[in-house]
């Protein structure tokens, strides 16, 4: 069974720094792609950034340029979301995801496997 268990959100003041976890278990292999979406209230799903799996091409939501970064290390099965110069309107759920059918995928219907969400609160 795939799990994805999330870690590392909290409360932050605008300005501030966050680095999220997400372990992965239960696939056979490193060859999928990753990615960080998260959901504010009221609002849909949106991604932050992506992985692919095979040349580990990165995409980067235009809100989040320059202030995150994603990472991940095979060694661990973990990736990570580095946040920085958070901002009020970052506050949300953040998910991380991963799919193993598709090479390049950027948006939430093609993310097969889900974390269970941790929460992020930035405040002004």
């Known amino acids: 069974e795939v799990q994805l268990v999330e870690s590392g959100g909290g409360l932050v003041q605008a300005g501030g720094s966050l680095r999220l976890s997400c372990v992965v278990s239960g696939f056979t292999s490193n060859d999928y792609a990753i990615g960080w979406f998260r959901q504010a209230p009221g609002k849909e799903r949106e991604g932050v950034s992506c992985i692919s799996r095979t040349d580990g091409a990165l995409w980067v939501g235009d809100s989040v340029k320059d202030r995150f970064t994603i990472s991940r290390d095979n060694a661990q099965n973990t990736m990570y979301l580095y946040m920085n110069n958070l901002k009020p309107d970052d506050t949300a759920v953040y998910y991380c995801?991963?799919?193993?059918?598709?090479?390049?995928?950027?948006?939430?219907?093609?993310?097969?496997?889900w974390g269970q969400g941790t929460q992020v609160t930035v405040s002004s």
């Open positions: 995801a991963a799919e193993t059918s598709l090479y390049e995928p950027q948006r939430v219907s093609e993310f097969h496997y």
